[in-house]
């Protein structure tokens, strides 16, 4: 499972000489922020955070406990894509009146022709609101007269009503930032512990005037997507809060931490989880009829999950909680989000004497889950964990490709929790049995024109199966499949076999030509056929997160060239094996003549491992860079 980056201690630091000054006074401008021209610990950004700060502080005077956030931005912009960051989007949960930003403010200072600072105000009707769905709104507004050489600010107040519920404060964004602070203020008799996430040096400092702290972090690179990462949840730099307890003065003290039992028994008795689970959904009579066929519990299961596979169609959001109408109304609509869809699956199976339960989870977009801070905004969907014998299957009806018995994907070696009065607790989810299963054998033949054209075939199982089922419906299949580069082979026919059957490998056919490489009397072949495997996606000097491949991975290809008369081989890839330091990752490929006019290979990759730490990105790297090195090597035939 995933090492996150987690510290409960206090990290004390020097701040870099920008995070030592006063910050400019809101409203006004600044010389030498007027000068910046780029961010020598993140070079080549379009956009850079001069400082950012926030103020947390109670609002208990009023009927309704308030928390109330302070937030101001000031960027300086440094090209020209940067300049769409002054479009600014802010979420806020809205549904009961839960949270609320008002008190938007922006300035936007450039230097005219003759060097003085033009100074620009935002207009106070130039903020937007608008409902997103039935749980949140966002509020936009549009920083005026932005362009490159731009500095422009914000700033902003949250109120949410609450009384634990701080927002993480996150230290790292998509862009650079000089300097970052977050000033907690809370009444004496809260308690509040604090978690940190970071991988450079942050300040943690008490404020002795009030019950509260400083945090502050300087030059923090943007983070960005990498090829492999499970998502920036787990990764970006900030600063979580807990409130564990409440002393009022003369008064014993009220433990108030939230813990994962007090959230199983509240979710239980809420209108859009628990509740919803006591509905009354009624099978269709196509369902009847399939399940009036079924003689062992497994069938019933199987019959069941695969009709609301298909019956349902998934929104595209994933959530913990049901749509505001419920899950009759996504019934009788044949539509809902994922909670909707595996908590109408969970119903009928328990209408069938099948053990279901919700189970909440994390996707790997979303992040890993942390087992020590029991918090709900750690997971992001519901789906269905269900008994069958002794075994506990995980599924997800709400995604049309995935078989009942196949983790899915994007929940594959995490942790879940399963909600239930009696059976509450954390699952473990993983099968190792299950990997991204390709078998491929390829007849390739060669004309005397250097010519190429062949016939494929390829199984793929498990992962695999879903991947390239996705590919294939999408109309992408064939772009993944044709060989590009020095030498290309185009990829003329696909047959497509078992779609339907998900208990079968995703059987397809392939046919294939195009045209050798040649230089003189010597013709290149390549053997890297149909595998689908892409540029090499460990390319960059420095990864700031893990690698995630999801999954175990097993690749096979078996091929036969077939030559020409008039043709020798004047030399053949070496046959080798390699493997990374700890054999997770293997290599191995045999070439042989097996006659005059034709030569054989086999090529296996394996991946054993689902995931790596930031630390081992240098083996990976240097390891890929060789293993796509080896199959971009030729057949070297001449001819006589």
């Not at 943007?222 to 307890?245: K, S, W």
């Not at 590009?484 to 056919?509: F, H, R, T, Y």
Request: glycine share 6%; hydrophobic share 35%.
């Amino acid at each position: 499972m995933r090492k996150p980056l987690l510290l409960l201690c206090l990290l004390a630091t020097t701040l870099c000489s920008y995070g030592q000054k006063k910050l400019t006074k809101f409203g006004h401008s600044a010389g030498e922020e007027m000068a910046f021209k780029d961010c020598d610990f993140d070079p080549g950004a379009d956009i850079v955070c001069l400082f950012e700060e926030s103020t947390v502080q109670f609002n208990l005077n009023g009927s309704v406990p308030m928390l109330e956030t302070y937030i101001r931005r000031r960027f300086k912009v440094l090209k020209t894509s940067g300049v769409e960051n002054a479009n600014v989007k802010l979420t806020y949960y809205s549904k009961d009146g839960f949270e609320d930003i008002n008190g938007v403010e922006g300035y936007v200072y450039n230097t005219g022709a003759d060097g003085k600072i033009i100074t620009t105000k935002m207009k106070g009707n130039e903020a937007f609101r608008k409902k997103i769905d039935g749980e949140y709104s966002e509020l936009s507004f549009a920083l005026p007269e932005v362009k490159v050489g731009s500095v422009y600010e914000y700033k902003y107040r949250v109120y949410r009503r609450t009384i634990g519920g701080i927002a993480p404060w996150r230290f790292q964004h998509s862009y650079p930032t000089l300097y970052s602070c977050c000033h907690l203020l809370i009444p004496e008799y809260f308690d509040f512990t604090y978690a940190v996430v970071r991988r450079q040096p942050m300040e943690v400092k008490a404020d002795g005037s009030v019950n509260g702290a400083f945090y502050s972090m300087s030059n923090i690179p943007g983070i960005h997507d990498e090829p492999y990462m499970a998502g920036t949840n787990d990764f970006i730099q900030r600063v979580d809060f807990h409130l564990t307890r409440i002393n009022p003065p003369g008064q014993a003290s009220i433990n108030v931490g939230t813990t994962w039992a007090n959230i199983a028994t509240d979710l239980q008795d809420n209108a859009y989880f628990g509740q919803q689970l006591r509905r009354n959904i009624k099978g269709t009579d196509s369902l009847n009829t399939a399940l009036a066929s079924c003689t062992t519990k497994k069938d019933k299961l199987i019959a069941i999950y695969q009709f609301v596979q298909q019956y349902m169609a998934w929104n595209g959001d994933n959530e913990i909680f049901s749509s505001d109408e419920g899950i009759k109304d996504a019934w009788a609509k044949k539509q809902g989000n994922s909670a909707d869809i595996n908590m109408i699956l969970i119903d009928l199976l328990r209408d069938n004497d099948i053990e279901a339960y919700p189970i909440l989870v994390s996707t790997r977009d979303n992040g890993s889950v942390q087992k020590g801070y029991p918090n709900l905004r750690q997971f992001n969907a519901t789906m269905a964990a269900v008994k069958l014998d002794s075994t506990y299957l995980v599924m997800n009806a709400s995604d049309k490709y995935n078989p009942y018995d196949l983790v899915p994907y994007d929940v594959q070696y995490t942790y879940g929790f399963i909600i239930d009065k009696k059976r509450s607790g954390w699952l473990t989810i993983y099968d190792d049995t299950k990997k991204e299963r390709s078998f491929i054998t390829v007849s390739l033949n060669l004309d005397n024109e250097g010519n190429l054209s062949g016939i494929g075939r390829a199984a793929y199982s498990d992962y695999a199966r879903n991947l390239r089922l996705n590919d294939y419906r999408k109309k992408q299949l064939k772009d993944r499949l044709t060989l590009k580069g020095d030498i290309i082979l185009n990829i003329d026919s696909l047959a497509v076999q078992n779609e339907a059957e998900w208990q079968k490998p995703l059987d397809v056919k392939i046919g294939c030509s195009g045209k050798a490489k040649r230089s003189g009397k010597y013709t290149l072949i390549p053997y890297d056929l149909f595998m689908g495997l892409g540029d090499n996606p460990f390319t960059a000097d420095k990864r700031q997160t893990n690698i995630n491949f999801g999954y175990l991975q097993d690749l096979q290809v078996t091929g036969y060239i077939n030559l020409p008369q008039g043709y020798t081989v004047e030399s053949l890839p070496k046959s080798m094996k390699m493997h990374l330091g700890d054999s997770s990752i293997l290599f191995k490929r045999i070439f042989q003549k097996s006659s005059d006019t034709q030569l054989a290979f086999q090529l296996r990759i394996q991946h054993l491992r689902p995931e790596y730490t930031v630390r081992e990105y240098e083996d990976i790297k240097a390891y890929y860079k060789k293993m796509y090195e080896l199959l971009s090597e030729r057949i070297v035939l001449k001819k006589m």
